[in-house]
Nanobody, 124 residues
C-alpha cells in the first residue's frame, strides 16, 4: 500500500489542523494505521493508532484529549484532527500502515508502509 500524508502547515498555538493520509494500491481496511512524528534532533515518536475497523484508537499521553484519529475505509483515507496545538507539537508527521500488526502499535518498526510526511509548525 502507498501512503501520502498532507494537510500540515504553520499555525499559531491554540489553533487546529487536520492531517490526511491517503492510501492506494491495496485494500485499506486490511491495515492498521498509525501516526508518528519526529522533531529535529529527536527520535520518531508515536502519536495515535486506529484499528482496521475503527473499533479501537489509542493516543500518546502528550496528545490525548487534543488529537483525534479517524479513518474512512470507503475513501481509503485516515485523518488526524489536531486541536489546541502547542509549540511542542511542531514536527514532521508521518502516517504508517501495517497489515499484520496490532499489539505493538506504539512501535514504529511494527509498520511496514510509511508516507512521506507533512510538516506541522506551531508558533508561540
Amino acid at each position: 500500500v502507498q501512503l501520502q500524508a498532507f494537510g500540515g502547515g504553520l499555525v499559531q498555538a491554540g489553533g487546529s489542523l487536520r492531517l490526511s493520509c491517503a492510501a492506494s494500491g491495496r485494500t485499506f481496511s486490511n491495515y492498521i494505521l498509525g501516526w508518528f512524528r519526529q522533531a529535529p534532533g529527536k527520535e520518531r515518536e508515536f502519536v495515535a493508532y486506529i484499528s482496521r475497523s475503527s473499533s479501537a484508537a489509542y493516543y500518546a499521553d502528550s496528545v490525548k484529549g487534543r488529537f483525534t484519529i479517524s479513518r474512512d475505509n470507503a475513501k481509503n483515507t485516515a485523518y488526524l484532527q489536531m486541536n489546541s496545538l502547542k509549540p511542542e507539537d511542531t514536527a514532521m508527521y508521518h502516517c504508517a500502515a501495517d497489515q499484520y500488526g496490532g499489539t505493538f502499535y506504539r512501535v514504529a518498526r511494527t509498520y511496514d508502509y510509511w508516507g512521506q510526511g507533512t510538516q506541522v509548525t506551531v508558533s508561540s
